[in-house]
């Protein structure tokens, strides 16, 4: 598993002047919170055990943070060591979806739409922020399907062909993309599990 670290150095390396400018650490803090709800909801698993905790300017995982805090507000520069073999296929397409996603957005921006979502409004100051919270949050955005579906199917692909899993998995990517919940009683049932 990789620490919260290696996900700001992956979001540091890949920072393009061109496509969302430089990354501060307000910016790289928002943009690890993303990649680790992201992962929450649509791998079923964190990308990082670090804490996300609930500080006055949102989402922050204090370990990058005191990390980069002497550069204050201004650009981190990119590490030149990064070791990509760190990275799985599946963990670098879901980070380089969400830097296309959300890193287009100024710090103060991600800033700004972190504090309107319930992980952080529910969460009390100083307090992590648990992956539960972030999960089901995450899992409810209807524009998850719109801007992660292509990643989901692609990472589907990759599954063992069992004609049971993959026609389960089919009726689930269905359901993820026309927003529909299934309640966990009637998936047991269905199952034939208690």
């Known amino acids: 598993m990789l620490r919260a670290e290696d996900v700001a150095r992956y979001f540091l390396a890949n920072q393009d002047a061109e ?45 990058v943070y005191h990390n980069y805090q002497s550069h204050r507000g201004a ?20 980070l380089d979806k969400v830097h296309r996603v959300y890193g287009q957005d100024s710090a103060w921006d991600l800033r ?12 009390p100051d100083g307090a992590a922020i648990t992956h539960q919270k972030m999960r089901i949050y995450f899992q409810s955005l209807p524009a998850l399907s719109e801007y992660f579906g292509e990643f989901v199917q692609e990472n589907i692909r990759h599954l063992p062909e069992n004609p049971q899993v993959m026609k389960d998995l089919k009726r689930g990517i269905e359901a993820f993309k026309s927003g529909r919940m299934v309640a966990w009683d009637e998936v047991k049932e269905e199952l034939g599990i208690e």
């Open 19 to 63: 496509h969302g400018g430089s990354i501060s650490n307000l910016k790289v803090q928002k943009l690890c919170y993303y990649a680790q709800g992201i992962a929450l909801a649509l791998l079923g698993k964190p990308l990082f055990l670090d804490d996300i905790v609930h500080w006055e300017h949102g989402p922050v995982v204090p370990t």
């Open 112 to 123: 700004e739409k972190t504090q309107e979502e319930p992980p952080w409004i529910n969460t």
């Open 75 to 94: 650009a981190i520069p990119a590490p030149e060591d990064l070791d990509l073999t760190l990275y799985d296929r599946e963990t670098q397409g879901l």
